[in-house]
């Protein structure tokens, strides 16, 4: 599989997720439920695509009386000098990016541990940094400045952020960025990041709220450490005004009913779509030709002239790039159906797969052009076969 198709189809997957999840499973209040949806549906975003496959093999529908017969891509190729960035140097410009900015915030943070003083408040480690920050805890280290609140305050800010190292919800974070630099060009990738903070700021709230003296204090801590705090560093506390008021509703809100665990459901027919839509195949097979015997293949198969590699040949000396999608840098496969009758000859050539106007053309003149096949035969008998025959082009720069 192209890195493209990787990469379109991955964002694919994040957009699904962050849409089904937005829409259906956010307004609930099943904390737990909402993080492992988000985490599977990240990893399944960007597992699912493996199951794309290009390579097509020959098959034998032994089930009707027309053989169908797929052949693995023929890449043609051409050669081009350019000084200007593919769409695939522009991704990984952007990629690249993402990672050094990610880089910067962890040396930041490492920085930051450096110069912090570590000590110990009710019996949890602490580090208080030698600047004004926003209390936030990453990996096992929090960081608070701990003579700046008073000590109902400070016990419920080291509630909050214990539920997040407890919880490891750096993981989830993490995660979370890797999200937007792998698809720093889809809008959904930066949504759904946030979906993944906020839920893990629920969870910390839900957590640390059992364990307070006063929910309601716990709200008006919230208030008072956002209004109080410095915004010049923040990473695993997220107190901007929106979001901390979301996260007031939702310490308000009451317990979903169990019933709503049905639109759940949607999951899992979700999924299925999205293997189909990366695992689709222009011709449905059903026997591989690994299963059947050299013999009966000689026999079975239609032929081009002497090998496959002949028919591999005659595309490629053939086949030419066409000037405009040369000019436009345009790459990808076109999959191209005929009909070998009885007597060998190509009929009706049909593009099942195309890519441009000028490249589905070009194809449909070069298969135009094949001599006569040797036919496939059944039981010793002539008969027609469905031949597909996808073909690459690329341009070698």
């Given at each position: 599989?192209?890195?493209?198709?990787y990469?379109?189809l991955s964002?694919l997957?994040?957009?699904?997720?962050?849409l089904?999840?937005k829409?259906?499973?956010?307004?609930d209040?099943f904390l737990r439920?909402?993080?492992?949806?988000?985490?599977?549906?990240?990893?399944?975003?960007?597992l699912y695509?493996?199951?794309?496959?290009?390579n097509?093999?020959?098959?034998?529908?032994?089930?009707?009386g027309?053989?169908n017969v797929?052949?693995?891509?023929?890449?043609?190729?051409a050669?081009?000098?350019?000084?200007?960035f593919?769409?695939?140097?522009i991704y990984l410009?952007g990629?690249?990016?993402g990672?050094?900015?990610f880089?910067?915030?962890?040396?930041?943070?490492?920085?930051?541990?450096?110069r912090?003083?570590?000590?110990?408040?009710?019996?949890?480690?602490?580090?208080?940094?030698?600047?004004?920050?926003m209390?936030?805890s990453?990996g096992?280290?929090i960081?608070?400045?701990?003579?700046?609140?008073?000590a109902?305050?400070?016990r419920?800010?080291?509630?909050?952020?214990?539920a997040?190292?407890s919880?490891l919800?750096t993981?989830?974070l993490?995660?979370?960025e890797?999200?937007?630099?792998l698809?720093?060009?889809?809008?959904l990738?930066w949504?759904?990041?946030?979906?993944i903070r906020l839920?893990?700021?629920f969870?910390?709230?839900a957590r640390?709220?059992?364990r307070?003296?006063?929910?309601?204090?716990y709200q008006y801590?919230?208030?008072?450490?956002?209004?109080q705090?410095?915004r010049f560093?923040q990473?695993?506390?997220?107190?901007?005004?929106k979001m901390?008021?979301?996260?007031i509703r939702?310490?308000n809100?009451?317990?979903?009913?169990?019933?709503?665990?049905?639109?759940?459901?949607?999951?899992?027919?979700?999924?299925?779509?999205?293997?189909?839509?990366?695992?689709a195949r222009?011709v449905?097979t059903?026997q591989?030709?690994?299963?059947?015997?050299?013999?009966?293949?000689d026999?079975a198969?239609p032929?081009f002239?002497?090998?496959?590699?002949?028919?591999?040949?005659?595309?490629?000396?053939?086949?030419?790039y066409?000037?405009?999608?040369?000019?436009?840098?345009?790459?990808?496969?076109?999959?191209?159906?005929?009909v070998?009758?009885?007597d060998?000859?190509?009929?009706?050539?049909?593009i099942?797969?195309g890519?441009?106007?000028?490249?589905d053309?070009?194809?449909?003149?070069?298969v135009g052009l094949m001599?006569?096949?040797?036919?496939a035969q059944q039981?010793?008998?002539?008969v027609?076969s469905?031949?597909?025959?996808?073909?690459?082009?690329?341009?070698?720069?």
């Amino acid at each position: 599989m192209d890195s493209i198709t990787y990469i379109l189809l991955s964002q694919l997957g994040i957009a699904v997720l962050y849409l089904l999840y937005k829409l259906l499973l956010s307004g609930d209040t099943f904390l737990r439920a909402h993080r492992i949806i988000l985490l599977g549906g990240v990893l399944f975003a960007y597992l699912y695509p493996l199951a794309y496959s290009p390579n097509l093999h020959a098959h034998i529908n032994t089930l009707s009386g027309r053989y169908n017969v797929e052949l693995p891509a023929i890449e043609v190729s051409a050669d081009v000098l350019s000084s200007s960035f593919t769409l695939f140097e522009i991704y990984l410009c952007g990629v690249a990016v993402g990672l050094l900015l990610f880089l910067v915030r962890l040396l930041s943070i490492i920085y930051l541990r450096m110069r912090s003083t570590g000590l110990y408040v009710e019996g949890v480690k602490v580090y208080d940094p030698a600047i004004d920050v926003m209390p936030f805890s990453f990996g096992s280290a929090i960081f608070v400045n701990v003579k700046k609140y008073e000590a109902a305050m400070l016990r419920d800010i080291l509630l909050h952020e214990c539920a997040h190292v407890s919880r490891l919800h750096t993981v989830d974070l993490v995660l979370g960025e890797l999200v937007v630099i792998l698809g720093w060009f889809n809008p959904l990738a930066w949504l759904l990041r946030r979906e993944i903070r906020l839920v893990l700021e629920f969870l910390a709230d839900a957590r640390a709220v059992v364990r307070t003296a006063s929910a309601k204090d716990y709200q008006y801590h919230l208030l008072h450490a956002a209004q109080q705090s410095s915004r010049f560093f923040q990473w695993g506390a997220y107190f901007n005004d929106k979001m901390l008021s979301q996260r007031i509703r939702k310490l308000n809100q009451r317990d979903s009913h169990l019933a709503r665990r049905c639109c759940y459901l949607i999951l899992l027919p979700a999924s299925l779509f999205m293997l189909c839509v990366a695992y689709a195949r222009p011709v449905t097979t059903t026997q591989p030709l690994a299963a059947v015997s050299e013999n009966s293949v000689d026999k079975a198969l239609p032929q081009f002239l002497h090998s496959d590699a002949d028919l591999m040949n005659f595309i490629v000396q053939n086949l030419v790039y066409p000037e405009q999608a040369l000019k436009d840098k345009v790459e990808g496969r076109v999959i191209v159906q005929f009909v070998i009758d009885i007597d060998g000859n190509v009929q009706s050539p049909t593009i099942l797969r195309g890519l441009t106007p000028e490249c589905d053309a070009e194809v449909l003149r070069v298969v135009g052009l094949m001599p006569r096949w040797i036919p496939a035969q059944q039981d010793g008998v002539a008969v027609e076969s469905n031949f597909v025959l996808p073909i690459m082009f690329k341009i070698n720069e």
